[in-house]
């Protein structure tokens, strides 16, 4: 009897043990494949947020027809400071840096329409007049603008609105086709491009307060 447990230990005994050796072979054999396999699959289980803004406002170049009238309306000149909300490849402050040695900034949500404008303002050698940045409207600070120009939509133009009436009294605002709701212009023209499409153009001043 005593032969027959001493003998039923020893088969169990080496049955546990292979089986141990069998689990930490297979371990072992995961942890050299890839030791970081359980880090990459928490990273791929859990997915990334997307912290990226939706674009307010779609781009659409700015006739230089439409660039001129915009930059006459405002009477720019070589000693303001223009800031143009929404730049896109940076035609009108590069015009005005051009023309009368104005200097501007830009302001635009999309990394690709910053980088083409200052790509712009190096080949119009008027870098040390314009710069162009990154930037969410309704958080950038353009308080310092002579002059502010838009070509956004109508729904931003009145948001923006309450932060465009707190810059400095005689600030001068251009907007391309559309308008401030019930804040009316100073002026206002419509002009037709080449291509058969009606433009308005807006003006206003910043009123005292």
Request: hydrophobic letters at 40%; aromatic letters at 8%; glycine letters at 6%.
């Amino acid at each position: 009897m005593k032969f027959q447990q001493f003998k039923f230990w020893l088969i169990l005994t080496a049955v546990l043990g292979t089986a141990c050796a069998e689990e930490n072979s297979v371990g072992v054999a995961q942890s050299d494949a890839n030791p970081t396999n359980m880090v990459v699959v928490a990273a791929t289980a859990t997915p990334t947020p997307n912290t990226e803004r939706e674009l307010d406002v779609p781009y659409v170049p700015t006739h230089e027809m439409i660039v001129d009238e915009m930059l006459k309306m405002a009477q720019v000149k070589g000693d303001d400071v223009l800031y143009d909300l929404g730049s896109g490849d940076g035609r009108i402050p590069i015009t005005a840096a051009q023309r009368f040695g104005t200097r501007g900034v830009g302001i635009d949500l999309n990394p690709v329409r910053v980088k083409e404008a200052n790509e712009n303002a190096v080949k119009a050698k008027v870098t040390d007049k314009v710069k162009f940045i990154e930037g969410d409207l309704f958080q950038e600070d353009f308080s310092e603008a002579t002059v502010l120009t838009l070509y956004l939509l109508p729904d931003v133009n009145l948001k923006l609105r309450p932060k465009i009436l707190q810059m400095k009294p005689g600030t001068r605002v251009v907007s391309h086709n559309y308008d401030m709701g019930d804040w009316r212009p100073e002026k206002a023209k419509t002009l037709t491009t080449p291509d058969g499409t009606t433009h308005y153009v807006y003006f206003w001043r910043v009123p005292n307060r």
